[in-house]
């Protein structure tokens, strides 16, 4: 019997190793489906089931506790003396005794549940690392693999590590074109429990994605001497982007920029030709709202001060369209970047171009 627990013991601390599931839940697993048995098979109450699994001194033992009394009233918690004294020769009434059983009184039913519940267990542990190590990735960009694209709805499902996920077609750049074996990057937007398992919602079209992107290939990003305050994105087409530095040496656009540009125009690749206005964020709201109308070139922006977070920017007859931007898209994003309802006008006094955004 020595031997059995330990090659029972060694076997647990094997599964362990290899599939990265705590022994001590094992064991309570175990524990839990032994008791079942016995409580079926030896028509007693699980309260009356001790089972001891100790793995440091290998020891495994299953027992029954009653109680010795003279008549009995509960045949499930009590045993006659004449009963008790076989296992306990000094047993005497009002005593507790621990009737020892044998493995082989358990039968196949209770290996069987055992095995049953070990499995159970095994897929619950799993799951329960697997949700560890996707709530790791959360809010974090990851690399993947395109194993398959379904033609009829175009969802992409992707190898991310030991795991697969899919990338709904709605989730994917209008530009995106994938084929089996292409690597991407994904943001994960949320993992979230399922009857199979846990899940991770992806996204290429989430601002966050711009983000991640930036803290990779800007190393003053990445380090904290540039700072991202503020984003917003419509996903293939343009994306804004205001950074702030507290350094006043270091300059927060240009090192996104990178040298001839290198840094952005890996990013804009990598999105597919979307355009990124990066912007220098300000505490001055006049400020930010003329640098967050980028390309544009901006003459005035008076703060309203009947209004809440709202302003009348002012910019050269020839930059209005650029300012609104094409179906007001650039007006839209400077908006959503700065927190400002944004009334752009003319400077020729003309207001009937103006567009709200």
Not at 107 to 130: C, D, L, P, S
């Amino acid at each position: 019997m020595a031997k059995a627990n330990t090659e029972f013991f060694e076997a647990l601390r094997l599964l362990e190793k290899e599939k990265g599931i705590s022994g001590d839940y094992l064991l309570e697993k175990i524990q839990a489906a032994i008791v079942l048995a016995v409580e079926k098979n030896c028509a007693t109450n699980k309260d009356n089931v001790r089972v001891i699994l100790d793995p440091e001194t290998n020891a495994f033992s299953v027992t029954l506790i009653k109680t010795v009394v003279e008549e009995i009233v509960d045949p499930d918690s009590e045993i006659l003396k004449e009963q008790a004294v076989k296992y306990k020769k000094s047993a005497k009434v009002g005593d507790v005794i621990e009737i020892p059983l044998e493995p082989k009184k358990f039968g196949r039913i209770a290996a069987e549940a055992a095995k049953q519940v070990i499995r159970q267990g095994i897929r619950e542990a799993e799951r329960g690392n697997q949700m560890q190590e996707f709530k790791r990735k959360n809010q974090e960009l990851v690399s993947a693999v395109v194993l398959r694209v379904d033609p009829a709805t175009g969802a992409a499902t992707l190898e991310i590590g030991n795991s697969h996920a899919i990338l709904p077609r709605t989730e994917q750049i209008e530009s995106d074109s994938f084929k089996d074996g292409d690597r991407i990057k994904v943001f994960v937007v949320n993992v979230l429990p399922g009857e199979k398992g846990p899940r991770m919602l992806l996204s290429r079209t989430h601002a966050g994605l711009v983000k991640r992107l930036f803290e990779m290939e800007v190393p003053e990003i990445y380090n904290g001497t540039v700072e991202i305050r503020a984003i917003t994105r419509e996903a293939g087409s343009r994306t804004k982007l205001a950074v702030y530095a507290a350094d006043e040496n270091v300059d927060p656009v240009g090192a996104c920029i990178g040298p001839h540009g290198s840094r952005v125009a890996g990013i804009v690749e990598e999105l597919g030709g979307e355009k990124i206005d990066i912007v220098r964020y300000s505490e001055d709201p006049a400020a930010f709202i003329a640098a967050a109308l980028s390309p544009a070139k901006v003459t005035a922006v008076e703060i309203d001060p009947n209004a809440e977070k709202a302003c009348r920017v002012t910019v050269p007859e020839n930059q209005l369209s650029l300012a609104i931007g094409n179906k007001g898209q650039n007006a839209r994003l400077a908006a959503r970047l700065t927190g400002w309802k944004i009334d752009i006008r003319p400077q020729s006094g003309f207001f009937g171009e103006g567009e709200n955004a």
